[in-house]
C-alpha cells in the first residue's frame, strides 16, 4: 500500500513565524501535491511537482513555496504565517506513468495561526 | 480547465436506506473521474474511479458510480448505507492533457441516522 505521511496532525503557530510542512511519500511517486481544504471549498491546489527541484504554481500559490529536494519528500513553507492561512493542508502523491491518476493523501496537517 | 460541482452540501439518510450523491463536471472531452472519501480527521481515500470502458464502475466498501456522458455527470450511489459511512464525500476530475492535476468538488457531507 502507497503510504503518505505529514510531519503534523495540528500545529498551532504565531503570525508572522515561517512555518514547515512535510510530506514524505514511500512508493517512489514522480508527483507530489499541496492542497489546502477549507468547508464550502473543496480542496484547492497550492503547488505540485513531477520531479525532484521541480515545482509549479496550482491556483493558490501566494503566500507559499515549496521544496522538493528528495523523490520522496515534498515540502511546504509559510515565509510568514498568516491568520487567513488557517486551514487543513493535506499533501498527495501519483505516478507520472501515463496509466495510473489517481492521487494518494496524507492524513492532513491542520494548522492554526493565531 | 476542467471543473466539478457537487450540488448537495449536506445530505442525511437513515441507516439501510440508499444513498445517491451527484457529481457534474465541465470539461470540452472525456475527463477521467474519481470519488474519495474523508471520514473526520482523516485524508482523503480513494472510493472509485473511471477512465474509459464500461460507464458503471464498482468501488470500495460497496460503492458505486455511473458515468453519463450526455449529462457530464458521475453520480455515486451505495443501496444500504452504514452509520460508518457517515463522512466527507469529494469528486474529482482531471484531463488527459493537463498534466494529472485533479480538480474537486467543495465536497458532500453524509449524515446518517439511526
Known amino acids: 500500500d502507497v503510504k503518505v505521511t505529514q510531519s503534523s496532525r495540528y500545529l498551532v503557530k504565531r503570525t508572522g513565524e515561517k512555518v514547515f510542512l512535510e510530506c514524505v511519500q514511500d512508493m517512489d511517486h514522480e508527483n507530489m501535491f499541496w492542497y489546502r481544504q477549507d468547508p464550502g471549498l473543496g480542496l484547492r491546489l497550492i503547488y505540485f511537482?513531477?520531479?525532484?527541484?521541480?515545482?509549479e504554481k496550482g491556483d493558490i500559490p501566494e503566500g507559499y513555496s515549496v521544496s522538493r529536494e528528495k523523490k520522496e519528500r515534498f515540502s511546504l513553507i509559510l515565509e510568514s504565517a498568516s491568520t487567513n492561512q488557517t486551514s487543513m493542508y493535506l499533501c498527495?502523491?501519483?505516478?507520472?506513468?501515463?496509466?495510473?491518476?489517481?492521487?494518494?493523501f496524507g492524513p492532513g496537517t491542520r494548522l492554526t495561526v493565531t | 480547465a476542467q471543473s466539478v460541482t457537487q450540488p448537495d452540501i449536506h445530505i442525511t439518510v437513515s441507516e439501510g436506506a440508499s444513498l445517491e450523491l451527484r457529481c457534474n463536471y465541465s470539461?470540452?472531452?472525456?475527463?477521467?473521474l474519481f470519488w474519495y472519501v474523508q471520514s473526520p480527521g482523516q485524508g482523503l481515500q480513494l472510493l472509485l474511479k473511471y477512465f474509459s470502458g464500461d460507464t458503471l464502475v464498482q468501488g470500495i466498501k460497496g460503492f458505486e458510480a455511473e458515468f453519463k456522458r450526455s449529462q457530464s455527470s458521475f453520480n455515486l450511489r451505495k443501496p444500504s448505507v452504514h452509520w460508518s459511512d457517515a463522512a466527507e464525500y469529494f469528486c474529482?476530475?482531471?484531463?488527459?492533457?493537463?498534466?494529472?492535476?485533479?480538480?474537486f468538488g467543495a465536497g458532500t457531507t453524509v449524515t446518517v441516522r439511526a
Open positions: 511537482s513531477y520531479d525532484v527541484k521541480m515545482k
Open positions: 470539461y470540452g472531452a472525456t475527463p477521467y
Open positions: 474529482a476530475v482531471g484531463a488527459w492533457s493537463n498534466d494529472y492535476k485533479l480538480s
Open positions: 498527495a502523491s501519483s505516478l507520472n506513468d501515463g496509466r495510473s491518476y489517481e492521487q494518494y
